[in-house]
Every structure is written in structure tokens, then in C-alpha cells.
Nanobody
């Protein structure tokens, strides 16, 4: 079992930045990959970014160059640095982990970008 707890969401103006954190309940060395998804009102959940245990990252096209995912294995935490936020980035952001064939999700943190 892996519990994931997100934090760092909030209200920000367009062009601003936020950093999301995802704290795992256990060591993340064996969790591969971890990542972030988001779900905007009325839309399906979509990939934001993933990171493997080796540090290989992958981003959705619309996030490339603006968002950066990282992981701190010592702190069992994954981060998402979001810069140049746009109104279209408004969504609930979910932390994701895949371990031994099972997917785990956090409860999400709301990011609201105002114009």
C-alpha cells in the first residue's frame, strides 16, 4: 500500500508559479514511475508529467518548458514546479504512483489560475 498526500495548491494569477508536493507513506525507491495528472472541470483526467526512479521525465506537450517534475527519494516526495501558469491550467492535480502492478492516487490538490 502507498498513501499519497498532495499539498501546495491554491489561487494564483496568470503568469505566476506554484510548487506542488506529493508525500508518500513509504520509501519511493521502488515506486516507478511517479507523476502528476490533472482534471479540469468537465474534462477527463490527463497526464501532466511522470518521473522514473532513474530520474527520466516525461511531460504532456502543453506543459513542456513550463512545468518541472522532480523527486527526492530521501524525503519520499515528488514535486511539480509550475511556472507561467495559465487560466487553462486550472484543475485538481493528482499525485500518481505505480508499484508492483498497482496504481495509487492521492486525493488531489486544487490549483486555480485567475486572469
Amino acid at each position: 500500500q502507498v498513501q499519497l498526500v498532495e499539498s501546495g495548491g491554491g489561487l494564483v494569477q496568470a503568469g505566476g508559479s506554484l510548487r506542488l508536493s506529493c508525500a508518500a507513506s513509504r520509501t519511493i525507491h521502488s515506486i516507478n514511475p511517479m507523476g502528476w495528472y490533472r482534471q479540469a472541470p468537465g474534462k477527463q483526467r490527463e497526464l501532466v508529467a511522470t518521473i522514473t526512479s532513474a530520474g527520466t521525465t516525461d511531460y504532456a506537450d502543453s506543459m513542456k518548458g513550463r512545468f518541472t517534475i522532480s523527486r527526492d527519494n530521501a524525503e519520499n516526495t515528488v514535486y511539480l514546479q509550475m511556472n507561467s501558469l495559465q487560466v487553462e491550467d486550472t484543475a485538481v492535480y493528482y499525485c500518481y504512483a505505480h508499484r508492483f502492478g498497482i496504481d495509487y492516487w492521492g486525493k488531489g490538490t486544487l490549483v486555480t489560475v485567475s486572469s
